[in-house]
């Protein structure tokens, strides 16, 4: 499956035999993981190097001393890490109705312990699918972003007016310049956008 290619799942589990016996289950489905013992370890973690560019989630504790799970969760969401690390909550029994209440701010989902094996893994390889068009998404966009970049101030005027539908003559007219103008700067953005028409250049920036 192609999620689980060069996956990494994070769990945040102040229970050591937790975390070890997710690490196993994990090790044993081929999946590589990176385990932190509180909140802060793993914030620690987030703030000493960038989250490597692979499908991910977060497999996470809701009750742990110091900084709960809820409180990691908002603080991720707010860093906007959460987009591409799909959260899935850990709990207790007690803890149902306050995962509940996670997901429903943007929680992947939770899985209450003790939890099915099988039942995990199919929660987290889901969570590691949607982490993967996440990226994909991101990376089109800095694609996207770079390309726009490479464009002149004139270049991008056009490209407005170009996506407007705006014909030539009257691209000209608005700028101030001659349709010969116009056609070369068109052509021109055509080339560094990477598209063939008005219309797939309209699509491409709309994703």
């Given amino acids: 499956m192609q999620p689980l290619i060069d996956a990494l799942i994070f769990i945040v589990d102040d229970d050591a035999s937790v975390r070890e016996a997710l690490a196993w289950l994990l090790r044993s489905r081929r999946l590589d993981s990176e385990h932190f013992a509180s909140a802060a370890a793993f914030e620690e973690r987030l703030d000493a190097s960038p989250l490597p560019d692979r499908p991910r989630c977060l497999l996470l504790d809701v009750r742990m001393p110091g900084t709960s799970g809820l409180v990691l969760f908002d603080r991720l969401a707010e860093r906007g890490l959460l987009t591409a690390m799909p959260v899935i909550f850990l709990t207790g029994h007690a803890d149902v109705p306050t995962a509940v209440e996670a997901v429903k701010r943007g929680a992947f989902d939770f899985c209450e312990k003790p939890f099915s094996d099988n039942a995990l893994v199919d929660r987290i390889e889901h969570a590691l699918g949607v982490s993967l068009r ?19 101030e004139r270049e991008r005027d056009v490209m407005r007016l170009v996506i407007e539908g705006l014909p030539n003559k009257l691209i000209a007219d608005q700028l101030s310049i001659s349709v010969r103008t116009v056609e070369v700067h068109r052509a021109r953005v055509f080339e560094k956008m990477d598209v063939k028409s008005a219309v797939e250049l309209a699509n491409l920036l709309r994703e």
């Fill in 134 to 152: 996440a990226l994909a998404l991101q990376r089109r966009r800095r694609e996207l972003n770079g390309r726009i970049a490479e464009l002149t």
